[in-house]
């Protein structure tokens, strides 16, 4: 690696490594008080027991910085881009370089989750491209796999290692690779016949109301209640119009229940082309294109296959 020169290209994405306490606020600690005493806005997305290190160092300091909990701000990585990072640096003043810390990928985070985190840390690059922003990326070297690791260098341009404070030329940088890497066929959805928890049904455009009624009430009786069954109902006809709309007219639902959650699936003919759907906020003026972003909004988790064959979207609801 090379030791990296800024840049050419005005957004900047940077890997934090570090390994300890020490490491994490020498790294986040200056970067934040660089950009304050630039002038520039900045925002702090992290885990909330990472949240409480910063701010404690930071002192008073800390009121000029906007703070999240991204255990539940960024619990579904679909919505960071457009409802943490973007939401965050559309509201800014034009004319100042903007500077947010995002921690999407920590230790705990499941087989499930991890898929779209890394996808999630590779469309940063094309979500902010042009834009002037940096967003830095800590990694926990201590408890995360060596897999992670390396995809942070695909993902990122510029790498920082654990106790250092020198920006590195990523030589695996190669954020596409990523996307397509884990643009996995997901685990097959039980069949309706596996058993009385399972509701699964083919729909058509003279359907759709139908459906999203049946998947409530199914959704009902698997637990979900209030603003998570309302949610499912939104998220239903979504996905389903979608289909029909996009993915040729018609399409599968599924909804079971899986490890506490309650998940929504649909099938169709139709191929997702741009990797940045629904993780893109529309332009004000823009009609119609808010479906998927909706559901991940809405959503604890999104996973998404996509490819000649048809495309899945499995929403995750907590019950």
């Known amino acids: ?16 490594f570090y390994a300890d306490t ?55 990585p679909g919505r960071i881009i457009p409802g943490v990072l973007r939401a965050f640096a559309d509201a800014q003043p034009p004319g100042r370089r903007i500077r947010i810390i995002g921690e ?40 995360l796999d ?19 404070a020198e920006e590195l030329v990523s030589t695996a940088y190669d954020p596409d690779g990523v996307v397509a890497r884990y643009n996995l066929p997901l685990p097959p959805a039980p069949a309706p016949g596996d058993g ?6 083919a729909f058509t455009e003279d359907s759709l109301s139908a459906v999203r009624h049946l998947a409530t009430g199914h959704g009902a009786r698997l637990g979900l209640a209030g603003t998570a069954l309302e949610n499912l109902a939104l998220i239903t006809a979504e996905l389903t119009t979608n289909s029909v709309v996009h993915g040729g007219g018609t399409g599968t639902l599924t909804v079971w229940p899986q490890d506490g959650y309650v998940l929504c699936e649909v099938r169709d003919k139709g191929r997702l082309a741009d990797p940045l759907a629904g993780r893109r906020p529309p332009a004000r003026d823009q009609r119609g294109g808010r479906g998927l972003l909706l559901v991940n909004l809405l959503s604890d988790l999104v996973r998404v296959h996509t490819g000649p064959e048809g495309t899945t979207i499995r929403a995750y609801l907590g019950r």
Request: with cysteine.
């Open 104 to 143: 999407p990928i920590w230790a705990g985070r499941s087989p499930d989750e991890y898929p779209a985190c890394a996808q999630h840390e590779a469309l940063i690059n094309a979500a902010f491209q042009g834009r002037e922003v940096t967003i830095l990326c800590p990694y926990d070297t201590s408890r």
């Open 22 to 76: 020490h490491q994490y606020l020498a790294g986040t600690v200056s970067f934040i008080r660089a950009g304050l005493a630039a002038g520039e806005p900045v925002a702090v997305a992290v885990p909330h027991e990472n949240l409480a290190l910063i701010q404690d160092a930071l002192g008073a300091d800390g009121d000029a910085v906007r703070f999240l909990d991204m255990r539940e701000a960024g619990r579904n």
């Open 196 to 201: 009385p928890e399972v509701f699964g049904t």
């Open 146 to 164: 060596e897999r992670v690791l390396a995809d942070a260098h695909a993902t990122h341009p510029v790498v920082i290692p654990a106790g250092s």
């Open 1 to 16: 690696m090379t030791t990296a020169t800024h840049p050419v290209e005005p957004f900047v994405h940077p890997a934090l």
